[in-house]
């Protein structure tokens, strides 16, 4: 969603004070009838669109913040209104947000569950719950308003401690955040986060695949596939909050799982996709649930007989150290990273370590690495849902010899001059997704590294 439109939105709210309800009870306008072409996210991207058959409404059941094999349904995927209009934000308002006659923890979850389906509707990645603000979710990247009428504190509180078990709840009150994992029967799963703000307690429920999402699925290159022919080794999934990098790598876990006999062990924090057994065994260990932290996990892990160890996060030195003994000792490691391209990425790895131990980093790096992906999601220029753009490093002997011997300022020759192998730099992809039309220049250049590199 463009500026313009969220703006557009904004003023059409502000000028139709009919769809105003302090009381939750004015009359609803009619919902229009659902349109005969309808996008599908695959998981906090709005990546594809597919043509859809009429979808009624299913009936919400009860939630699951469990993370067992049966906990969830897949339906994140379902298809969901193309031509987003102002109406359809505004009548979100009186149909999930209405205030009940009494109040009761069932009448705040059938609240939360009625933002979340609402959600999923809009196509929307996130849904935030403030106390004392209206309603937002973040749909193509942008973060619009819901309805125009402000949650107390009060039904905030209600609906985000209904969400939560018994044992949560006492863990939210003594820590004050809490992370989850929620799952709502043919509505959708969430990667959630709870906390305590100044005016009161909030949540955000971040949308992630209900189902291991395919390659294509995610608008993301086959050739990628590639990287899950290795036997051992490290693969770095890397990017900002928010890019699709957990989609990214729940994609190439279905393709291991698919094709190879395998004993594949993830490590998350909360578990995010559920991988049933295919071809290989997938067990998955969440932090503080299954595990106490990313580095004990990791260094059980490796006691557990696994061929594929993936890793929700490297937070930390130790969890660092781990993985690359994991990755040189004949296991394959995918992992992720908050990191913005590939040389940021090596470097990162190498400078937290002590200064003595950087060369000795550095030749483990340049004999495990298989390869970086370093992504961002761009709103597309219709307005209807963003596409990944990616910067990709295959390594290579020459590679290996670069981060060897601290030369990782050389790696950006071989980026943009490796495209047999597979490789591109970030500028280059969004380069070739302006030229081909899929994204404006704005947007381009708002990602872009350097925005010289993007052509006239």
Same mark, same amino acid.
């Given at each position: 969603?463009?500026?313009?439109? $969220?703006?557009?939105?904004?003023?059409?709210?502000?000028?139709?004070?009919?769809?105003?309800?302090?009381?939750?009870?004015?009359?609803?306008?009619?919902? #229009?009838?659902?349109?005969?072409?309808?996008?599908?996210?695959?998981?906090?991207?709005?990546?594809?669109?597919?043509?859809?058959?009429?979808?009624?409404?299913?009936?919400?059941?009860?939630?699951?913040?469990?993370?067992?094999?049966?906990?969830?349904?897949?339906?994140?995927?379902?298809?969901?209104?193309?031509?987003? +209009?102002?109406? &359809?934000?505004?009548?979100?308002?009186?149909?999930?947000?209405?205030?009940?006659?009494?109040?009761?923890?069932?009448?705040?979850?059938?609240?939360?569950?009625?933002?979340?389906?609402?959600?999923?509707?809009?196509?929307?990645?996130?849904?935030?719950?403030?106390?004392?603000?209206?309603?937002?979710?973040?749909?193509?990247?942008?973060?619009?308003?819901?309805?125009?009428?402000?949650? +107390?504190?009060? %039904?905030?509180?209600?609906?985000?401690?209904?969400?939560?078990?018994?044992?949560?709840?006492?863990?939210?009150?003594?820590?004050?955040?809490?992370?989850?994992?929620?799952?709502?029967?043919?509505?959708?799963?969430?990667?959630?986060?709870?906390?305590?703000?100044? #005016?009161?307690?909030?949540?955000?429920?971040?949308?992630?695949?209900?189902?291991?999402?395919?390659?294509?699925?995610?608008?993301?290159?086959?050739?990628?596939?590639?990287?899950?022919?290795?036997?051992?080794?490290?693969?770095?999934?890397?990017?900002?909050?928010?890019?699709?990098?957990?989609?990214?790598?729940?994609?190439?876990?279905?393709?291991?799982?698919?094709?190879?006999?395998?004993?594949?062990?993830?490590? %998350?924090?909360?578990? %995010?996709?559920?991988?049933?057994?295919?071809?290989?065994?997938?067990?998955?260990?969440? $932090?503080?649930?299954?595990?106490?932290?990313?580095?004990?996990?990791?260094?059980?892990?490796?006691?557990?007989?696994?061929?594929?160890?993936?890793?929700?996060?490297?937070?930390?030195?130790?969890?660092?150290?781990?993985?690359?003994?994991?990755?040189?000792?004949?296991?394959?490691?995918?992992?992720?990273?908050?990191?913005?391209?590939?040389?940021?990425?090596?470097?990162?790895?190498?400078?937290?370590?002590?200064?003595?131990?950087?060369?000795?980093? #550095?030749?483990?790096?340049? &004999?495990?690495?298989?390869?970086?992906?370093?992504?961002?999601? $761009?709103?597309?220029?219709?307005?209807?849902?963003?596409?990944?753009?990616?910067? $990709?490093?295959?390594?290579?002997?020459?590679?290996?010899?670069?981060?060897?011997?601290?030369?990782?300022?050389?790696? #950006?020759?071989?980026?943009?001059?490796?495209?047999?192998?597979?490789?591109?730099?970030?500028?280059?992809?969004?380069?070739?997704?302006?030229?081909?039309?899929?994204? +404006?220049?704005?947007?381009?250049?708002?990602?872009?590294?350097?925005?010289?590199?993007?052509?006239?």
């Amino acid at each position: 969603m463009t500026p313009a439109n $969220v703006e557009r939105i904004l003023q059409f709210q502000r000028s139709n004070p009919k769809y105003a309800d302090p009381e939750g009870t004015s009359d609803v306008p009619p919902r #229009r009838p659902p349109p005969t072409s309808r996008p599908t996210s695959t998981g906090g991207g709005g990546y594809a669109s597919v043509p859809a058959a009429s979808v009624s409404p299913t009936p919400v059941a009860a939630p699951t913040s469990s993370n067992g094999p049966g906990a969830f349904v897949p339906s994140h995927n379902r298809p969901v209104p193309q031509n987003l +209009s102002t109406k &359809d934000l505004v009548v979100a308002e009186p149909h999930a947000l209405a205030k009940p006659a009494t109040p009761t923890p069932d009448n705040a979850l059938s609240r939360l569950h009625g933002l979340l389906k609402e959600a999923s509707r809009l196509n929307a990645s996130d849904l935030h719950i403030h106390a004392g603000a209206t309603v937002k979710m973040r749909i193509h990247g942008s973060v619009v308003p819901i309805g125009s009428q402000p949650i +107390s504190a009060a %039904e905030s509180e209600a609906m985000l401690m209904a969400a939560l078990s018994a044992d949560q709840r006492s863990t939210f009150e003594s820590e004050g955040e809490l992370d989850l994992a929620y799952t709502v029967p043919a509505v959708g799963r969430y990667r959630t986060n709870i906390y305590k703000q100044h #005016r009161g307690i909030d949540g955000l429920f971040h949308v992630v695949p209900m189902n291991p999402p395919s390659l294509s699925d995610l608008r993301l290159p086959n050739e990628l596939a590639r990287l899950t022919t290795y036997s051992q080794g490290l693969i770095l999934l890397t990017g900002p909050s928010g890019c699709g990098k957990s989609a990214t790598m729940a994609a190439l876990l279905n393709v291991i799982n698919e094709e190879r006999a395998d004993h594949i062990l993830t490590i %998350e924090d909360p578990i %995010e996709t559920i991988h049933p057994c295919k071809r290989s065994v997938v067990n998955q260990r969440q $932090v503080g649930r299954h595990t106490e932290s990313f580095h004990r996990a990791l260094r059980a892990a490796l006691r557990e007989d696994p061929d594929v160890i993936a890793l929700g996060e490297l937070r930390d030195f130790e969890t660092i150290s781990l993985a690359l003994t994991a990755a040189e000792t004949g296991h394959l490691v995918l992992a992720t990273l908050h990191t913005n391209n590939a040389i940021r990425t090596i470097d990162r790895l190498v400078g937290v370590f002590p200064s003595n131990q950087q060369a000795q980093v #550095r030749t483990m790096l340049s &004999d495990s690495l298989r390869g970086i992906v370093s992504q961002r999601l $761009v709103p597309t220029a219709d307005g209807e849902g963003r596409v990944p753009a990616l910067e $990709v490093l295959i390594s290579t002997k020459a590679i290996a010899n670069l981060i060897r011997e601290n030369k990782t300022f050389q790696l #950006r020759d071989i980026l943009q001059t490796g495209q047999a192998q597979g490789m591109c730099l970030l500028d280059g992809s969004l380069a070739e997704l302006l030229k081909a039309g899929t994204i +404006s220049r704005e947007e381009a250049a708002r990602f872009a590294d350097d925005p010289r590199r993007l052509g006239a």
